[in-house]
């Protein structure tokens, strides 16, 4: 299976707001609402942030918001804020029953 | 508040088999609502799954993987384990262990929610 395509690096000035894509195939994002989105600060462990492609964990900032269309997921992080600067991931579950991470993209805040 | 640990040495011999556990604990690894897996991350790299199982040892492998890995669970003791045969040095990563929602006996379905620390394996000689 082949790894969900992402920007390497999506960059934002404070408050602005900023759209990571994900994008799959027809036997990933295509078919499923089973995406996740993550976010990694270096040298710590990913955080869920988004699941089921709009649904946010108990905890996590209204800021962060998902959606999907066909093939292509997306993250949205408005109000950009300097601790949002971090690596995120999408993931999906897929027809075969396993799971695929995306390329991971570096969110920096300017 | 659900904690996981993983455990096993941070250093084996390229051809031997790499051996981590998972210890879980303030919740209950035989819940019929969740899965409980393997990822790893390459030093610099992006995220992998590796494999996860449910309580009663029913099984889902990457497929790239799925020839040289092997996920058990020890429901009484409330752990799980990951073996990585005839690993090289691309076998060198962080690996996490995670908790992931599913449908009851059909499978995992939703990201992990839960996570380890992570345990960094070095591959070498």
């Known amino acids: 299976q082949s790894a969900l395509t992402q920007p390497a690096s999506v960059s934002g000035s404070p408050g602005q707001s900023i759209t990571i894509s994900c994008t799959g195939t027809?036997?990933?994002?295509?078919?499923?609402?089973?995406v996740s989105w993550y976010q990694q600060h270096p040298g710590k462990a990913p955080k869920l942030m988004i699941y089921d492609v709009t649904d946010r964990p108990s905890g996590i900032s209204n800021r962060f918001s998902g959606s999907k269309s066909d093939n292509t997921a997306s993250l949205t992080i408005s109000g950009l804020q300097a601790e949002d600067e971090a690596d995120y991931y999408c993931s999906s579950y897929t027809s075969s029953s396993t799971f695929v991470f995306g390329t991971g993209t570096k969110v920096t805040v300017l | 508040q659900l904690q996981l640990q993983e455990s096993g040495p941070g250093l084996v011999k390229p051809s031997e088999t790499l051996s981590l556990t998972c210890i879980v604990s303030?919740?209950?690894?035989?819940?019929?609502?969740?899965?409980w897996g393997w990822t790893r991350q390459p030093p610099g790299k992006g995220l992998e799954w590796i494999g996860t199982?449910?309580?009663?040892?029913?099984?889902y492998y990457n497929p790239s993987l799925k020839s040289r890995v092997s996920i058990s669970v020890d429901t009484s003791k409330n752990q799980f384990s990951l073996k990585v045969s005839s690993v090289t040095a691309a076998d060198t990563a962080v690996y996490y262990c995670?908790?992931?929602?599913?449908?009851?006996?059909?499978?995992?379905?939703?990201?992990?929610?839960?996570w380890g620390q992570g345990t960094l394996v070095t591959v070498s000689s």
């Open positions: 027809s036997s990933d994002l295509g078919v499923y609402n089973y």
């Open positions: 995670a908790r992931h929602e599913g449908i009851p006996v059909a499978g995992p379905r939703r990201g992990f929610d839960s």
């Open positions: 199982i449910y309580y009663s040892g029913n099984t």
């Open positions: 303030g919740g209950s690894i035989s819940s019929s609502r969740y899965y």
